[in-house]
C-alpha cells in the first residue's frame, strides 16, 4: 500500500521467565514466514543491558582478567569498551533516527537535520556515509592480552553482515589492530543489492621514556550499490499482478536479473561505486619534566609534558563513479529517464552512461601544544599550520559498446591554512571547555572558516551537567556544485556563494534520572541544495530552524523499561530545507537476567514514528538527496519492530523481527506489502527477519 500524497496519489521471577519464552517463541514463529529465516535507538540512560542503568564494561574473567581500553586519535582520554546489547546500532550501522532507501548499504541519510560544519574542500559524496570507515572514528587500543571478535548477520532478502576485529599489544608500549567489515544484500526491490567492504588497520607506538608518540591509521572502504530511481508505480504494491515485491517495475536496471547473494561475486549493472582511502600518520614528541614512582620491586617512570611538538601527514583518495551499463540482448538503457527526469540530451538505449569524479588529498600538518598543568594532560593550547595539496580527475561519457573512456578535465590546486585550540577538562571533573578555529589563507577555498567553542560544567548532583555552545562555520559549497564535476548537469547556474551557518545550542544532562534535554538553533545563509533532480540551486535569503530533543528512561519496575527519543524542529523564514516536525522513537522492553546469573537478555519492541513531511528525493546519477515540495510522505503506521538480545558472557545474539507495520489483510488478502515510503518512489521492505551473533575472546 502506498502512503505518499501530492503529485501522485497512490492509493520476581517465574512469571518473567515466562514472558521472556513467550517472547522467544513469537519471533521464532514469525520466522518460519521469512525467505531467508536466518540506528541505532540512542544510549539511553548508560549502557548497560541488566537492570541496572549504568554502563557496563568488557571483563573477561578466566583465570585472571584482561584490561582492555581506547582512545581516539584527537583524544588522549582512555575509554572501556561497551558492551550494552539493548542498542543494536553498535554493531550494525543502522540508527533508528536514518532511513535508507530500502535496505541496508542503500542511499541513507538522518532524519535529524545536520547541515555540514566543515570548512574547506569537500568533494561532496555523503549519501554512503554511514557505511564508510573514517580515519576520525579508529580506536586505538591498550591490552593486556590479544584480543578478537567475531561477528555474522544474517537477514531476509539475503542479508549479510560480517564484521572481524583483532588487536594486541605487540610490546607493552605498542598496539596493533585490524577490522574487516562486510555488508552484503539483495534488497526488496529490482535492482537494490548492495556489497560494501571495509578494512581498517591501526598501530599505537609509545616510547619507553613516554616522550615519544606515533599512531598509524589505514582505512579503506570498497562500496558498491545498484541504483533503481526508485518504482515505476508506487500504487503497484497493492496490485495483483505483483505479488512479490521483487519484481515491482523500477525506474533504473528494471529486467535486470535478480542479483546474487555471493558476496564476493558482486554484479553492478546500473549503480555506484564509491571508493575512499586514507593513510594517517602522526608523530609526537614531548619536552618536559621526567619522574618516578619506587615501589619494593620496580621503578616506573613518569613524565610530564610542557611542550609537545606534532606532525601529521595524511594521504585520501576518493573515487566516486555512477555506470549504467548497457548488455546486449539482456538491458538497454531506459532513455526517457535521463531526458525527462535529469534534462540530458538523447542518450542511445544501446550506449553506456559513465560518470566519474577522482580525487587525491595530501595534507601536511605541523602542531605545538603547550600544557599549563603538566600534571593534567586535559588542558592545553594548540596551534598549528596545514598544507593540502588537491588532484581531481573527471571522466564523463556516453559511450557506445566498444569504445573507451576519456579523461575531459584534470585539476591541480592547493590549500593553505592555520588552526587553533584550547581545550581543558579540569582535574575535579566539574569543567570541560573546548575551542577551537581554523581559517584557511590561500588556495581553492581561501576565506573559508569555522570556530566553536563549547562549556560544559557539573551544576550539582540533583541538577546534573549543563552545557552551552556556539559555532559559526563560512564554507565554499561542496565541488559537485563546480561546473567542472562530472556530476554538475545543471547548466543554468554557475557562481556559488559561500554558505555561512550560525549553530547555538545547549544540553542539560542528569544522570542520575536518565534524562537529557537538548536545543539547537541553526541560522543559515547561501544554503546550497539540489533540486528537481539535478537543478542546483542557493537561498540567498537568511533562514533559520529551531532543533529540541527529550531523552529519557522511564523505569517501570525493577527491570521494565522505556526509553523514549523525541526530536521537534521547525523551520522559519523561506526555508528550501524539508524535516518531519516530529521524530519520536520509543523502546518498552525487560532488561534483567530472567533468574540466570551469567545470562543478560533484553526483549520489547521498538517503535519509530515519523511526522509526514516533504521527504528529501534521491537521484543516482549524481549519488545526491534533493529538495522537493510536491510529494508528501505519510507513515500508514509507525515503523516496529520486535527484538530480543542476549549476552552469555563474552556471547551476544540478536533476534529482530522489523517492520511489522507492513502487515495487511487486504486487498490481496495477508500478507506484509503495507509498506511505509521513506522518500518519493521509494519504499520501505516489508517483514524482516534478522539474526546475529557477537563473540568476544581472548586468543
Known sequence: MSNLTGTFLPVKNRRHVYLGLLWILLLSGLGLHAQNPLGRFGNFGGGGGGASAGGDTLVHRKADTITLNFRYLDSS??????????????????????????????????????????????????????????????????????????????????????????????????????????????????????????????????????????????????????????LQNPSDLDSLAYTNQATLPVKLGNNLARASSN???????????????????????????????????????????????????????????????????????????????????YVNPTDSFYRQDSWHDLTNDFSIYQFPDSKNPQQFFKAGASIQLLKGTFDTANLAAGSQITTVHKVNDQNVFIHGEYRNKTRNQKWDVEAFGKLYLNGLNSGDYNAYISLKRLVSRQIGYLQVGFEN??????????????????????????????????????????????????????????????????????????????????????????????????????????????????????????????????????????????ADGYVPLSGQFFTQGDTTIRQHLPDIALYLHLRIRSFTAYVRAENLNAMAFGPNGFGFYNNNFVAPNYASPGLLLKFGFFWGFVN
Open 77 to 230: 582520554r582512555l575509554l572501556k569498551m561497551d558492551s550494552s546489547i539493548r542498542d543494536f546500532s553498535r554493531k550494525v550501522p543502522e540508527p533508528t533516527t536514518w532511513i535508507n532507501l530500502g535496505n541496508v548499504g542503500t542511499p541513507a541519510r538522518d532524519l535529524i537535520f545536520s547541515p555540514r560544519m566543515q570548512s574547506g574542500w569537500d568533494p561532496g559524496w555523503h549519501a554512503y556515509d554511514l557505511y564508510t570507515f573514517k580515519a576520525e572514528d579508529t580506536k586505538f587500543y591498550t591490552t593486556t592480552k590479544p584480543y578478537t571478535e567475531l561477528g555474522y548477520l544474517l537477514g531476509s532478502k539475503s542479508e549479510q553482515f560480517i564484521d572481524v576485529q583483532t588487536t594486541q599489544n605487540i610490546t607493552p608500549n605498542w598496539n596493533a589492530s585490524f577490522e574487516y567489515r562486510l555488508i552484503n544484500a539483495v534488497g526488496a526491490f529490482q535492482n537494490s543489492n548492495t556489497n560494501h567492504n571495509n578494512y581498517r588497520f591501526s598501530s599505537w607506538y609509545r616510547s619507553k621514556s613516554k616522550r615519544y608518540q606515533n599512531f598509524f591509521i589505514l582505512v579503506s572502504s570498497k562500496l558498491a550499490a545498484s541504483d533503481n530511481g526508485g
Open 263 to 345: 558476496p564476493f561475486a558482486p554484479v553492478i549493472t546500473t549503480g555506484t561505486r564509491y571508493t575512499t582511502t586514507s593513510i594517517v600518520m602522526r608523530q609526537q614528541y614531548d619536552l618536559g619534566q621526567k619522574d618516578s614512582i619506587v615501589t619494593d620491586t620496580s621503578v616506573i617512570p613518569l613524565f610530564y609534558p610542557r611542550v609537545r611538538l606534532e606532525h601529521t601527514i595524511s594521504y585520501s583518495t576518493y573515487r566516486y563513479r555512477f555506470t549504467d551499463q548497457y548488455i546486449p540482448g539482456i538491458y538497454s538503457l531506459d532513455s526517457l529517464y535521463y531526458a525527462s527526469q535529469m534534462n540530458l540530451p
Open 473 to 614: 562555520t563560512n564554507r565554499t559549497p561542496s565541488f559537485v556544485f563546480d561546473r567542472t564535476s562530472s556530476f554538475y548537469y545543471d547548466t543554468t547556474k554557475t557562481n556559488f556563494s559561500k554558505e555561512n551557518t550560525t549553530h547555538i545550542f545547549a544540553s542539560l544532562e542528569q544522570p542520575q534520572f536518565d534524562l537529557r534535554l537538548k536545543a539547537s538553533y541553526y541560522l543559515m545563509s547561501n544554503y546550497s541544495y539540489f533540486t528537481d533532480y539535478y537543478k542546483e540551486r542557493q537561498e540567498s535569503t537568511l533562514f533559520n530552524l529551531l532543533q529540541v530533543s527529550l531523552q529519557k528512561q522511564f523505569s517501570l519496575t525493577r527491570v521494565w523499561h522505556w526509553r523514549t527519543l523525541v526530536t521537534v524542529q521547525q523551520t522559519a523564514g523561506t526555508s528550501p530545507v524539508h524535516v518531519p516536525l516530529l521524530v519520536m522513537n520509543n523502546q518498552f522492553g525487560y532488561d534483567g537476567s530472567l533468574g540466570f546469573p551469567n545470562l543478560t537478555i533484553s526483549f520489547g519492541t521498538e517503535i519509530r514514528y515519523v511526522s509526514g513531511y516533504k
